[in-house]
């Protein structure tokens, strides 16, 4: 609940149509599509501020006259946009970075990738993106894939199940757990908060019951997810040791903390701010380990980077999916260099073919990954870079625990130097197979 959410500053409201903070992620981008803009934009625009200088930033808005919440006025920071009534700018703090309207620029009197002033608290202003579930059979390239989804989903009609779904293993561990070394590993993660952002839990899954998870929205929908993708990332990443009958083991990190941001909508849609407010809120909770299966074909974003190296200079780590483009460049967030990028690996260890290249740092199992879903499906098989990102999360979490002074770069630099050599390149594997701790 906000305690003043916004109502700061500027009189009147926003032109009739203008994307506005409260503006919901189908409206932007049913408006992105009415327009033929396919540039993966949203029309806002993220203020990254220099270091030590968001006060400045926030003081800066005041005094332009525009209405400004601040992530702080919410409990634990889990603000959601739909919640900041008439503001043109909501400020994360914990990251230094603001999320602005195309008003709140307007009276700012700076224009995205314009050069600002030497003195000023700004370090950078960029075009606001798009992101989306990053899965191989459902990648979002552009919006009309996005567009026709959600038109779909407003008209209550619901998507088949994949009818070739492969079966799962019911010897021990499925595959992917096997490659990480993780069935021998005597870790579980335990007294580590590992995040997963996506779209939301299933909180009624049974293989979670009895489990403390602390969860919050930035998407203005609840967390329980009706999606499918977050669920299984977080099973792969924190799921129990031990589920029901033959199913087998396909949870890494069983013994740690859950925490759940739903940073995508039940589209599986999302956008640079309801990203990075989830970003701000794990890192205000002193999450060690964050994983971020999501992401799109946009170029390296300044406030993803300094989010990441927020995170790093407090002992924390943010993995993130490379992304499905089938081979090209790293998407974002991962394309950031504080941030680590996972690449996918098929079951015979080569590079999946959907697999984007370039900035990887390390690569994990992400096809044909059998994990957790919503009931009353509860388990499901899927590929992708999403897939392999949280074996990575999970295998940090269990070096984390095994030395308090394995946080943040140091965490990272260890799971790197305890890869599985791969005989492929480094733009394909990174440093090769992560490795769960013995």
């Not at 997963?196 to 009624?204: A, C, E, P, R, S």
């Not at 992708?384 to 269990?398: E, F, K, R």
Request: negative net charge; glycine residues 12%; contains cysteine.
């Amino acid at each position: 609940m906000a305690r003043n959410p916004g109502g700061r500053g500027r009189q009147g409201g926003e032109d009739a149509g203008a994307i506005t903070l409260r503006s919901g992620i189908h409206e932007m981008l049913l408006a992105a599509a009415e327009r033929g803009d396919e540039s993966l934009t949203t029309g806002r625009y993220i203020v990254t501020y220099k270091e030590d200088a968001t006060d400045a930033g926030l003081e800066s808005f005041r005094s332009a006259g525009i209405r400004t919440a601040d992530a702080r006025d919410f409990d634990a920071q889990s603000a959601t946009l739909e919640d900041v009534g008439d503001a043109d700018a909501f400020v994360m703090p914990e990251i230094g970075v603001a999320v602005v309207t195309g008003v709140g620029m307007e009276a700012l009197g700076v224009a995205a990738d314009d050069s600002v002033a030497t003195d000023s608290p700004i370090a950078i202003v960029e075009p606001e993106y798009f992101a989306f579930a990053d899965d191989a059979t459902e990648y979002l390239r552009g919006f009309r894939a996005a567009v026709d989804r959600i038109a779909a989903d407003l008209g209550g009609r619901e998507e088949d199940a994949d009818d070739d779904e492969l079966e799962a293993e019911v010897l021990g561990a499925t595959w992917g757990l096997r490659a990480c070394r993780v069935p021998q590993s005597t870790r579980s993660g335990a007294g580590i908060r590992l995040a997963v952002l996506d779209t939301g839990l299933d909180l009624n899954h049974p293989d979670f019951a009895g489990r403390p998870i602390t969860a919050a929205s930035f998407v203005g929908q609840p967390v329980q997810d009706l999606h499918g993708h977050g669920t299984h990332c977080t099973g792969t990443a924190c799921g129990t040791r031990t589920p029901p009958g033959m199913t087998p083991r396909y949870g890494v990190a069983f013994g740690g903390g859950i925490f759940i941001g739903k940073v995508l909508s039940n589209s599986g849609s999302g956008s640079s701010a309801s990203v990075l407010a989830g970003m701000n809120w794990a890192i205000a909770n002193n999450c060690h380990v964050i994983s971020m299966s999501l992401g799109s074909q946009s170029p390296v974003q300044a406030a993803y980077t300094q989010a990441g190296q927020v995170a790093l200079s407090r002992g924390l780590l943010i993995v993130a999916a490379a992304g499905n483009a089938n081979g090209a460049p790293t998407g974002a967030p991962a394309n950031s260099p504080t941030i680590m990028a996972v690449a996918s690996l098929d079951p015979n260890l080569a590079p999946s073919s959907f697999s984007n290249r370039g900035k990887i740092e390390i690569a994990a199992p992400g096809r044909d990954v059998f994990s957790s879903w919503p009931m009353p499906v509860r388990y499901k098989t899927i590929s992708g870079t999403s897939m392999a990102t949280p074996h990575v999360a999970g295998c940090a979490a269990s070096w984390a625990q095994t030395n308090p002074l394995l946080r943040g770069q140091a965490l990272w630099n260890r799971l790197r130097a305890t890869c599985r050599p791969l005989p492929f390149p480094a733009a394909r594997v990174g440093k090769g197979l992560v490795q769960a701790a013995p």
